[in-house]
């Protein structure tokens, strides 16, 4: 425990710990180590939001994809899974219904799909502005040209969701066929930063294959990036990917990642996951209680919940989405935390504040 405390007492101190210390860090975590590091966490939380969970409402639009990503159940060689896209007008009713619930943020998620071309995306991202000129618009596209993420930027998206997955390039080849590669998701994320976007990165947790090194590597990339969101879950299996046999990651470890991401970055947005929430029927609340503070209830049409199954046994897929913020929002009650409504933009943090 001592090694273990001292290093999240560095951490907490200097935001920095080198490669071996990270691995170490991960590798010989316990239920103790655990246990401070969420106390630790939770200070952090606590002194930047409070006891307020934001909410970010998701609209899945399309499960078209031209990917293949190996874990993911709407990769293209998927041909079970049954296609769908919301139209425009759909896409207006998903906010519509948020916003009559006190969404202020909206997240438009979806498979690379070549049928939304950019003028169809970028007409999309105007109506949403023009109608709700008060709220936030996230894009979670996938993988574009610096250019096509600039014109989404200047019609008015706000924010951008792409994680980078796994910072380290053997593991991204184990995860991805040879036409996707880690630095050019990489450099899709500088540019997102640099164009003004708040941007989230994010990784998988026991992905297969992966080690306490390849976590030690996604924490220095994410020091490095300096994201507004980070958002993490396990990997759950999907019955109709290559992976459909590997085992998945665990709440346990997710959420030891959870508390060190708070540490390490203390004003990070981060979101306890649905991922997260479906291999644990706590799993949402034990991430809050990790250190997480987002929260990212569907809004897509009941209709199409359950095509959008990028792993098996997704949970809030019958619900509807005055359903699931009632759900969400009692199940934060019962932790002693607030569901809030407001955009919950980042915040930078303050120098003076800053405790490095
Ligand atoms: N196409 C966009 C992209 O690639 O960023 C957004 C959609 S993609 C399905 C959203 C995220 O789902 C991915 O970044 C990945 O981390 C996560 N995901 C996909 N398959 C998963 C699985 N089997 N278990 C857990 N998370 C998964
Ligand atoms: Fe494209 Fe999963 S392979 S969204």
């Known amino acids: ?74 990769r293209r060689s998927n041909r079970q899974a049954v296609r769908y896209r919301l139209t425009k007008e759909q896409i207006m009713e998903c906010c519509g219904s948020g916003y009559e619930l006190g969404f202020r943020t909206f997240v438009l998620q979806g498979g690379e799909d070549g049928w939304f071309t950019q003028e169809k995306l970028l007409e999309i991202v105007r109506a949403i502005k023009k109608e709700y000129p008060d709220c936030a618009l996230t894009l979670s596209l996938g993988e574009r040209s610096k250019e096509s993420y600039e014109e989404l930027f200047r019609a008015g998206a706000d924010r951008y969701l792409l994680r980078h997955e796994t910072a380290d390039r053997q593991h991204y080849r184990r995860l991805h066929p040879p036409e996707l590669s880690a630095e050019n998701r990489r450099q899709c994320l500088w540019d997102l930063k640099e164009i003004g976007y708040q941007t989230g990165t994010g990784f998988m947790v026991g992905s297969p294959g992966q080690t306490p090194e390849h976590l030690a590597e996604d924490m220095l990339f994410i020091r490095e990036l300096e994201p507004h969101m980070a958002g993490i879950g396990p990997f759950v299996p999907h019955h109709e990917t290559p992976f459909s046999q590997e085992a998945g990651g665990t709440v346990e470890l997710t959420l030891f990642m959870i508390g060190l991401l708070r540490v390490m970055l203390p004003n990070l947005l981060l979101p306890a996951t649905t991922a997260l929430g479906t291999i644990d029927p706590q799993g949402r609340e034990k991430g809050i209680q990790a250190g997480a503070n987002v929260v990212m209830p569907n809004l897509s049409p009941t209709s199409v919940r359950k095509k959008y199954e990028l792993y098996d046994n997704k949970i809030c897929t019958g619900d509807e989405a005055a359903e699931c913020r ?16 407001d955009r919950g933009d980042y915040r930078g943090r303050k120098k003076e504040e800053n405790h490095v």
């Open 1 to 74: 425990m001592n090694r273990t405390k001292q290093l999240i007492d560095k951490l907490e101190k200097t935001s920095r710990l080198t490669k071996e210390e990270w691995i170490a860090l991960i590798q010989d975590r316990n239920q103790a180590a655990a246990q401070y590091l969420f106390e630790r966490a939770r200070y952090w939380q606590h002194k930047y939001f409070g006891n307020r969970i934001y909410t970010r409402g998701l609209i899945e639009f399309t499960n078209y994809c031209k990917n293949d990503c190996y874990y993911c159940g709407i």
């Open 326 to 341: 009632n759900c969400l929002s009692k199940r934060m009650k019962n932790i002693g935390y607030e569901l809030v409504s």
